[in-house]
């Protein structure tokens, strides 16, 4: 079943196509992103989401959240703006969205009727959209200009097709390029050699990235990583490997020296300056 050409996203090709940050640059050179994250009971994933994002080349971040979330965020992160209510705001179109350079959705998020409004509407938009966690449903796309990344594990990738976890599993690659030219969007299935499929049937391997990163949280990390690298890239699908390079990257720099039981989310993004300035 697996006659896809899989090919393995190198250090020389990540450390080729990192963007540069221009000396004239100002922060609108770097896009607005726009993070749809965490709820009272999930306020964590937002902040880690926005931590990610804010590490990852953007150039302003805005977070539409509930009230609550906006009170523990600002106290770690006082850089980010904030959608108040932003799910409602945003499922009742009631805040503007186009002039955002890219999206991400669902850390944190209930997977209810809101947040699969609030999907809608962002798919109604031009505006490249990531969705994870609450927000990776069962559910077509119709065709946009744009790209949509979703970024499943295993058990998100089984909900959303249908497919076995164990069949999954050991042909990772073949249903991740199956599932994504037939959605029409860029899936990221994540785990051990995390594997990213685009909808033209180009497919990659990651290679960095440990049993560290299998804890909560890491995945809201990624998510917000993403949305940087988005806004900050020239070329989408570089945006997209680089992410999922650097995060797995930053965890292999955590177990040179620590154990792989003690990695906490958040600290990734502490490692992530030094390993990026590495590798440009
Ligand atoms: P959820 O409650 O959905 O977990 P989450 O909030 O999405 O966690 P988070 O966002 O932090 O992590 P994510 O996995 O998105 O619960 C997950 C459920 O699915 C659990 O019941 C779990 O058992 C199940 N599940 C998860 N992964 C599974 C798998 N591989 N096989 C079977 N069931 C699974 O993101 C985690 C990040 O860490 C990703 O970037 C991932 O690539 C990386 N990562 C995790 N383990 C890794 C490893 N061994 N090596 C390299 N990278 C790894
Ligand atoms: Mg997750």
Redesign the pocket.
């Known amino acids: 079943t697996s006659s896809v050409i899989l090919q393995s996203w190198t250090t020389e090709q990540v450390a080729a196509s990192l963007p540069k940050r221009q000396p004239s640059s100002h922060k609108g050179s770097y896009g607005t992103a726009l993070l749809v994250a965490g709820t009272k009971e999930m306020p964590g994933?937002a902040l880690l989401a926005a931590l990610g994002t804010t590490r990852s080349g953007v150039g302003k971040l805005v977070i539409a959240t509930e009230a609550e979330v906006v009170a523990m965020i600002v106290s770690q992160l006082p850089e980010a703006t904030y959608v108040q209510n932003g799910l409602q705001q945003i499922a009742e179109k009631k805040t503007p969205i186009d002039s955002y350079r890219a999206i991400a959705i669902g850390?944190g998020t209930n997977p209810d009727a809101l947040t699969e409004n609030a999907v809608s509407t962002l798919l109604d938009s031009h505006v490249p959209v990531i969705l994870?966690?609450g927000a990776l449903s069962k559910r077509t796309y119709v065709k946009r200009h744009s790209p949509v990344i979703l970024?499943p594990?295993?058990?998100?990738f089984s909900h959303i097709t249908g497919v076995d976890?164990n069949e999954l599993?050991k042909n990772r690659a073949f249903y991740a390029v199956i599932w994504a030219k037939k959605m029409g969007v860029t899936i990221v299935l994540?785990?051990?050699?995390?594997i990213t499929a685009f909808p033209d049937g180009e497919v990659w391997s990651n290679s960095t990235?440990?049993?560290a990163?299998?804890?909560?949280?890491?995945?809201?990390t990624?998510t917000g990583m993403l949305l940087g690298m988005l806004c900050c890239h020239a070329d989408w699908k570089h945006a997209v490997l680089n992410a999922v390079y650097l995060?797995?990257a930053c965890?292999d720099e955590w177990v040179k020296t620590r154990s792989p039981h003690t990695l906490l989310?958040h600290e990734l993004t502490v490692l992530l300056p030094e390993l990026w300035f590495q590798l440009e």
């Open positions: 994933a850390p994870d966690a970024t594990h295993p058990a998100e976890v599993q994540k785990g051990q050699n995390t990235g440990n049993s990163l299998a804890k909560g949280g890491t995945g809201d990624l995060h797995g965890a989310a």
